[in-house]
């Protein structure tokens, strides 16, 4: 992914390491909407917005149906965690919305930027964390991937807790003709999408109070 950022060229000491500064503002204001920090707030609103992370707007008590501020307080985003990979100038970034925040109202200005070759934070925000779900979103982008998305949506959870019931701990979610897993990529080392025949298996991991890799994703 490409995209135009706005400032500076990151500060560096005399060795020429980049400084963990949290006042490097450019690594995150842009005015492109592709800018991986931009995303990452549109994409938290929308999931919020279309209930892929908290009960639809009509299991909710009639009082607090509409109403934003309202919502928030009832049932906040918080516990979810998003990062997408950014390219910029043959850098390779990655940006991460942080922990215990109701992310549905992030601004960019709150992203923590890694660089992904050396790990080490670029940006963090002051009185924030960073996901716990970064090592996670580490070893998705060591296998190719552009955006790592980990929400508690009631129906995944519930579609995790049936597989396993019906399949077994380490059984796959799979899934077969259906249109929407045409926008599914083959693979790393496959060409093209998957088809309307093809199955599209996803691992479930068991879930951790820290998150950590499981031998399957070491």
Known sequence: MSYQAAGPAPTKDVDGDIVEDTSIDH??????????????CELCRKFYQWG?????????????????????????????????????????HIYIAPSGVQKELLEPREMFVMEYASRKYLRRPRQLKPSACTP?????????????????????????????REHGPRAC??????EQI?????????????????????????????????????
Do not use: M
Request: charged share 20%; proline share 9%; aromatic share 6%.
């Open 136 to 164: 996670l979103f580490l070893a998705a982008f060591d296998r190719g991937a552009g955006c790592s998305i980990h929400t508690h949506s009631q129906w995944a959870v519930l579609v995790t807790l049936l597989v396993e």
């Open 52 to 92: 892929w992370v908290r009960p639809p707007p009509r299991c909710l008590p009639p009082s607090l149906r509409g109403r934003k501020s309202d919502l928030a307080l009832h049932d906040p985003l918080t516990s979810a965690g998003y990062s997408v990979r950014g390219l910029e100038n043959d850098s390779d």
């Open 173 to 178: 979610f799979e899934i077969s003709h259906v």
């Open 27 to 40: 690594l995150v204001v842009s005015d492109d909407p592709q800018h991986p920090a931009n995303l990452i």
């Open 182 to 218: 045409k926008g599914i990529r083959r693979g790393r080392r496959e060409i093209g999408n998957l088809d309307y025949h093809d199955t599209l298996s996803i691992p479930i991991i068991e879930n951790t109070p820290v998150s950590e890799l499981p031998s399957r994703c070491s």
